[in-house]
C-alpha cells in the first residue's frame, strides 16, 4: 500500500466528556461509528465528507441513518460546513502535525543527498586524491564536455613521455577513452579509483607495445659502428644526441629495466 491512512490515536479518547456521553446514550455502537467516521474523513483529500452520503455509510457499516446523524451532529465531536460537508477539527489539527513532520524528514534527506553529492571534487579524478562518486561525474559531465575531458586526460597522460615510450602511452590512451555505449562517459571515468601514476606502472608491467624506432629517435642522428663478433665483423646503427651548437653529445644506451636512455645537460632522459 503506498499510504496506509495512518493518523494518531489517543489511547484514553473514551475518557473524553464527549465520547463518555456518547458511550452512555448509544453504546459501543455509538463509539464504534464514531471511529469509522474518523477513518473515512481520513481517507478523504480535504479530511470532510458529504452530509447527503450519511444514509449509505449507515447501509455500509450495518448501522442506521438516525444513529449516524446522531454522533455526527449530537456530542460536538464534528463540525458541520455550509450544512453539506462534516469534519473533525480534532483530526485535521493531528494531521497538521503529521504532515509537518513528514515535510520537515523530506526537506531534511533532500538536504543530506545535497550535501552528500551536490559537491563536485576540484581534483580530477585521474589524479587519484579524489574518486568521484556516479552523481558527481554526471554533474561534472553536464559541465564539462567529453572531448575537453578527453583532452585534459590526454595532457596529463602527455606529462609522464619522459617515463614512458610513446607507443605504450598512446595504447594507454586508447584504452582508457574508449566510450561507454552511450558516448557519455570514458572508461577512466567509470572506475571507483584511478590513480594514474600506479595505473601507467602497472600497464608497464604488462606493456608488450612494440616501439617504433623511426617515430622514437627522430631528431637524432644516426652513426654506424663495427663490432667484431665469433662470425665476423658486424655493422651496428647507433643514435647519439647533440644539441644545436653540436658541441654536447650523448650515444642513446638501455638501463637496467631495458629502458633506452640519453644524456642532455646531465639529466637522464628516458625514450
Not at 594514474?196 to 607495445?209: C, G, I, P, V
Not at 617515430?215 to 652513426?223: A, E, Q, R, S
Not at 647519439?240 to 637522464?268: A, L, P, V
Request: aromatic residues 14%; proline residues 3%; hydrophobic residues 35%.
Amino acid at each position: 500500500m503506498k499510504d496506509t491512512y495512518y493518523f494518531s490515536h489517543d489511547y484514553n479518547a473514551k475518557d473524553d466528556p464527549k465520547c463518555v456521553l456518547l458511550i452512555e446514550q448509544l453504546g459501543l455502537e455509538g463509539y464504534g461509528i464514531f471511529w469509522v467516521l474518523i477513518e473515512i474523513l481520513r481517507e478523504q483529500p480535504e479530511y470532510k465528507y458529504p452530509i447527503a452520503l450519511l444514509p449509505a455509510l449507515a447501509r455500509r457499516f450495518n448501522s442506521t441513518y438516525e444513529k449516524v446523524k446522531a454522533v455526527v451532529t449530537g456530542y460536538g465531536l464534528f463540525k458541520i460546513e455550509n450544512e453539506q460537508f462534516f469534519y473533525s477539527e480534532s483530526l485535521n489539527n493531528r494531521m497538521a502535525v503529521l504532515m509537518e513532520k513528514r515535510r520537515k524528514r523530506s526537506l531534511a534527506g533532500k538536504l543530506g543527498n545535497q550535501a552528500r553529492w551536490g559537491q563536485i571534487a576540484i581534483e580530477s579524478q585521474c589524479d587519484g586524491k579524489a574518486s568521484l562518486s556516479k552523481v558527481k561525474e554526471s554533474k561534472v559531465n553536464n559541465i564539462i564536455s567529453i572531448e575537453i575531458r578527453e583532452k585534459n586526460f590526454y595532457q596529463k597522460v602527455s606529462e609522464f613521455k619522459d617515463t614512458y615510450h610513446k607507443e605504450m602511452l598512446r595504447a594507454f590512451y586508447d584504452y582508457w577513452t574508449e566510450k561507454n555505449p552511450s558516448g557519455k562517459k570514458m572508461r577512466f571515468e567509470m572506475q571507483k579509483t584511478f590513480e594514474l601514476s600506479k595505473r601507467l606502472a602497472y600497464w608497464k608491467n604488462n606493456d608488450k607495445t612494440p616501439i617504433n624506432k623511426k617515430d622514437t629517435y627522430k631528431g637524432f642522428k644516426m652513426l654506424t659502428i663495427e663490432e667484431k663478433n665469433h662470425v665476423g665483423v658486424e655493422t651496428k646503427p647507433i643514435f647519439i644526441w647533440t644539441d644545436e651548437n653540436h658541441k654536447n653529445y650523448s650515444m642513446i644506451r638501455t638501463d637496467k629495466e631495458g629502458r633506452e636512455y640519453f644524456t642532455k645537460n646531465g639529466e637522464r632522459i628516458i625514450l
